[in-house]
T-cell receptor, first 112, second 114 residues
């Protein structure tokens, strides 16, 4: 079982719609969760971090965490063509380690 | 957040040669990491660069192939040794300024081995 798994893509959504990205992780002791956006040919850019169960909103982005289900998601509201990128879920595995484990990524395309 | 300068940004190298990638951070950071991203793939951690001691390598990566230096809290190098075409990847350094507040990546080095 992979440490971090993301829903398979690619995901295509029309402009203005909600894009929903899902991620599950294997280690129940994990405490820190991150979403990165990576444009083609660029390095990953942190867009959201979440540490507690529930929702965390930042502009058009909402991260949701459910530790009991070992599940973290990212919603992109009012999707824009500029949101077209690969979104990577990253988990700090365990509670005492500083290493990040990444999911395979979900490529999102927003259709104008 | 920390600003990371990584160089070179890209290189084309002959098989059998070595390339050293540099990562300079504008502030002192405790944790520094090196990742590899193969074409169309996600990020794989190569090693944690430890200041003043040997790097900690992940399974599948060895010091002879990927020697790492970390002479101080703002600088690290990764060398890709005896390169083969399979080493063609993007190599990224990353720092954790605070263990809970996200990790910042350098701009990456796109390596092509011919």
């Amino acid at each position: 079982q992979k440490e971090v798994e993301q829903n398979s893509g690619p995901l295509s959504v029309p402009e203005g719609a909600i894009a929903s990205l899902n991620c599950t992780y294997s280690d129940r002791g994990s405490q820190s969760f991150f979403w990165y956006r990576q444009y083609s040919g660029k390095s990953p850019e942190l867009i959201m971090s979440i540490y507690s169960n529930g929702d965390k909103e930042d502009g058009r982005f909402t991260a949701q965490l459910n530790k009991a289900s070992q599940y973290v998601s990212l919603l992109i509201r009012d999707s824009q063509p500029s949101d077209s990128a690969t979104y990577l879920c990253a988990v700090k595995i365990g509670s005492n380690d500083y290493k990040l484990s990444f999911g395979a990524g979900t490529t999102v395309t927003v259709r104008a | 957040s920390a600003v990371i300068s990584q160089k070179p940004s890209r290189d084309i190298c002959q098989r059998g040669t070595s390339l050293t990638i540099q990562c300079q951070v504008d502030s002192q950071v405790t944790m520094m990491f090196w990742y590899r991203q193969q074409p169309g793939q996600s990020l794989t951690l190569i090693a944690t660069a430890n200041q003043g001691s040997e790097a900690t390598y992940e399974s599948g990566f060895v010091i002879d192939k990927f020697p790492i230096s970390r002479p101080n809290l703002t600088f690290s190098t990764l060398t890709v040794s005896n390169m083969s075409p399979e080493d063609s990847s993007i190599y990224l350094c990353s720092v954790a300024e605070d263990g809970n507040y996200g990790y910042t990546f350098g701009s990456g080095t796109r390596l092509t081995v011919v």
